[in-house]
């Protein structure tokens, strides 16, 4: 018997990939969107209580409380407002946010002057815009002659620090009285809390600002004093600087 042979041949497959191309080489555009911006307020005007409005009576609550309401005109492209009132014996801030309306009723005390102001806000905005800053004097039972508004403290500002070299410093603030009278001024200024009493060549000025002698390496505190002609008086806030 013959021997049949199978020989099997195997052929390896070819395999062509064929990889797009044919393109510019060019990358793909990135489409950046806009940038929204949005406007920001304008500031409110204040209208009521009255700048300097020495009886601004409000409403009574009791006898030591009445509710004032605060007005102004709306400020253009604005979607609410802050009020800040600041009780000017005490420095004591009440905030008053995210108001819709263009007025706003707060309970304060009697007797007691104010400052107040408005800052406008628009949604989407970073930026807020602040109106002017008004006093007032809510009235008291029994009150015939208002004292002068608590003197503000303008240079140097709270804080500031002095080099080694300075021998003087110049004190600045300003005062006002709501039935406009005339006032002077005793300075306190020391290096334990500004509540030492005054030298004789720093009591009774009639000016706003004087030049003080100082020393390295010490801390001072001051405050002001404004006197009225019936000796009706008040007094600011205390500030501190530092010579090196």
Known sequence: MKKVLFKYFVFPSLFIISCGGGGDGGSDD????????VDPPSAATLTSPANNKVCEEGTSVNDSQSSVNFQWTAGNNTDSYDLRITNLNSNQVIHQTN???????????????????????????????????WKFYL?????????PYPSTLISPSSGNVFSTSTTSVELSWEGSHPENSSLTYDLFIDT??????????????SIKSK????????????????????????????HSFRVE
């Open 192 to 205: 334990t809390d500004g509540l030492q009493d005054p030298i004789s060549s720093n009591q009774n000025l």
């Open 99 to 133: 108001i819709t309306s263009t007025n706003k009723a707060v309970t304060l005390n009697k007797g007691t002057p104010y400052s107040w102001k408005i800052t406008s806000k628009k949604n989407g905005a970073a930026e807020t815009v602040g109106s002017s800053t």
């Open 211 to 238: 030049s003080v002698l100082v020393n390295s390496g010490n801390s001072y505190y001051w405050r002001v004093k404004a006197k009225d002609i019936n000796n009706n008086s008040s007094y600011s806030t205390i």
């Open 139 to 147: 009235s008291g039972d029994g009150i015939s002659n208002y004292p």
């Open 30 to 37: 990135i489409i950046t969107p806009p940038v929204q911006t």
